[in-house]
């Protein structure tokens, strides 16, 4: 099994968008997939229109671990399964105080997973708290979408000292670019700049508006624009997160 967190210090820079799309990608490769919404905000949840389980399906309070396994929803995907948003937040509630003893209590939860499936993804919150460096200790990838702006590089570089401060393994951080418009010389510098980082992808994902219209189809790209270049762009890169962890 290998877990992978889209990750950023920043929010609104795609990691939902990646998330949906990567998963739905390693599902349609046969892998078993397991989609975690840790971001209370439920976008990866809406993208993928679960609802919510019958009445005395779901367990109201998660009060260990091992509940979260009843929290697993199918997808209307094969291989597919999630964790909505709503039964993550109750679960977090519960972990977030055995967080600030245990860097190491999301990575036992997830270890619960590991005999069902070969890929966990983690659509995770902003910010650097106890949750992110839980998140960092749990994952083997930390795949972080960075749009080649000044800001977007500072933030990079914020985290790059949150990974040294914490001590956390540096090699699991990979990032790759997302927003992309090659017409502005800012993002062409940039990202001249940062690829001479080993921690960035090739594949990069354009800004593209068939990337915003998954929020009209709730769905993933290749799900309703199978042709499109944003499809292409996003199976590119996820052949090369593949080339990288398999
Ligand atoms: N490559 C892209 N091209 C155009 N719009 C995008 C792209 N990636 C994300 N978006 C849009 O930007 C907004 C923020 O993306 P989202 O994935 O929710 O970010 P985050 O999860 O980091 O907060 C959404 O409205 C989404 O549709
Ligand atoms: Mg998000």
């Given at each position: 099994?290998?877990?992978?967190?889209?990750?950023?210090?920043?929010?609104?820079?795609g990691?939902?968008?990646?998330?949906?799309?990567?998963?739905?990608?390693?599902?349609l490769?046969?892998?078993?997939?397991?989609?975690?919404?840790?971001?209370?905000?439920?976008?990866?949840?809406?993208?993928?229109?679960?609802?919510?389980?019958?009445?005395?399906g779901?367990?109201?309070?998660?009060?260990?671990?091992?509940?979260?396994?009843?929290?697993?929803?199918?997808?209307?995907?094969?291989?597919?399964?999630?964790?909505?948003?709503?039964?993550?937040?109750?679960?977090?509630?519960?972990?977030?105080?055995?967080?600030?003893?245990?860097?190491?209590?999301?990575?036992?939860?997830?270890?619960?997973?590991?005999?069902?499936?070969?890929?966990?993804?983690?659509?995770?919150?902003?910010?650097?708290?106890?949750?992110?460096?839980?998140?960092v200790?749990?994952?083997?990838?930390?795949?972080?979408?960075?749009?080649?702006?000044?800001?977007?590089?500072?933030?990079?570089?914020?985290?790059?000292?949150?990974?040294?401060?914490?001590?956390?393994?540096?090699?699991?951080?990979?990032?790759?670019?997302?927003?992309?418009?090659?017409?502005?010389?800012?993002?062409?510098?940039?990202?001249?700049?940062?690829?001479?980082?080993?921690?960035?992808?090739?594949?990069?994902?354009?800004y593209?508006?068939?990337?915003?219209?998954?929020?009209?189809?709730?769905?993933?790209?290749?799900?309703?624009?199978?042709?499109?270049?944003?499809?292409?762009?996003?199976?590119?890169?996820?052949?090369?997160?593949?080339?990288?962890?398999?």
């Open positions: 099994m290998t877990t992978i967190a889209l990750y950023n210090l920043k929010g609104g820079v990691k939902t968008a990646c998330c949906v799309n990567f998963a739905y990608l390693s599902a490769d046969g892998y078993k997939t397991l989609l975690w919404d840790l971001d209370p905000q439920g976008s990866t949840t809406f993208y993928y229109q679960v609802k919510p389980k019958l009445k005395g779901i367990k109201n309070f998660i009060t260990q671990a091992s509940d979260l396994e009843e929290a697993v929803m199918n997808t209307d995907y094969d291989h597919l399964d999630i964790i909505p948003a709503d039964q993550s937040a109750k679960s977090l509630d519960v972990m977030i105080e055995e967080m600030k003893h245990s860097r190491k209590k999301l990575k036992n939860v997830i270890h619960t997973f590991k005999k069902d499936y070969d890929f966990v993804f983690m659509d995770c919150p902003p910010g650097l708290s106890v949750l992110a460096e839980n998140i200790m749990a994952a083997d990838i930390i795949l972080m979408p960075v749009i080649p702006t000044t800001l977007s590089a500072r933030t990079y570089e914020m985290v790059k000292s949150f990974f040294k401060e914490k001590e956390l393994d540096p090699a699991k951080l990979t990032c790759f670019f997302t927003m992309v418009d090659l017409r502005k010389n800012l993002h062409n510098e940039i990202m001249e700049t940062l690829y001479k980082d080993k921690h960035f992808f090739q594949s990069y994902i354009p593209l508006s068939d990337v915003e219209k998954m929020g009209i189809y709730q769905a993933p790209v290749e799900v309703f624009a199978r042709s499109s270049y944003a499809a292409q762009c996003y199976r590119d890169l996820w052949a090369e997160i593949k080339e990288g962890v398999l």
